[in-house]
């Protein structure tokens, strides 16, 4: 069964960074194309990043020049570097295979708060 294990988030000022990690056991991310979701409270979950079996990359426009996906299928982890970090990226983060679509059992997430 696949395990996703979630960790690096916290609270942090407007303006500033944090790197998420996401841990994968039970199946090889070398081949996945993996992504970063989030779920801010009363929203729907939405994809925030992603990154191919190749590293091709992908971002939704909110997050575009302000965050980074990466992957190191050595270690199965892939992660997610988000700098200037603004008010509304306050959400649980999760991460999960994109294509042919999620695993069925979500990790925990990790809280991200991006408040004064």
């Known amino acids: 069964q696949v395990r996703l294990v979630e960790s690096g988030g916290g609270l942090v000022q407007p303006g500033g960074s944090l790197k998420l990690s996401c841990v994968v056991s039970?199946?090889?991310?070398?081949?996945?194309?993996m992504g970063w979701y989030r779920q801010a409270s009363g929203k729907e979950r939405e994809l925030v990043a992603s990154?191919?079996?190749?590293?091709?990359?992908s971002y939704t426009d909110s997050v575009k020049g302000r965050f980074t996906i990466s992957r190191d299928n050595a270690k199965n982890t892939v992660y997610l570097q988000m700098n200037n970090l603004k008010p509304e990226d306050t959400a649980v983060y999760y991460c999960?295979?994109?294509?042919?679509?999620?695993?069925?059992?979500w990790g925990r997430g990790t809280q991200v708060t991006v408040s004064s």
């Open positions: 990154i191919t079996s190749r590293g091709m990359t």
């Open positions: 039970g199946t090889s991310t070398s081949w996945n194309h």
């Open positions: 999960n295979r994109v294509s042919p679509g999620p695993y069925p059992s």
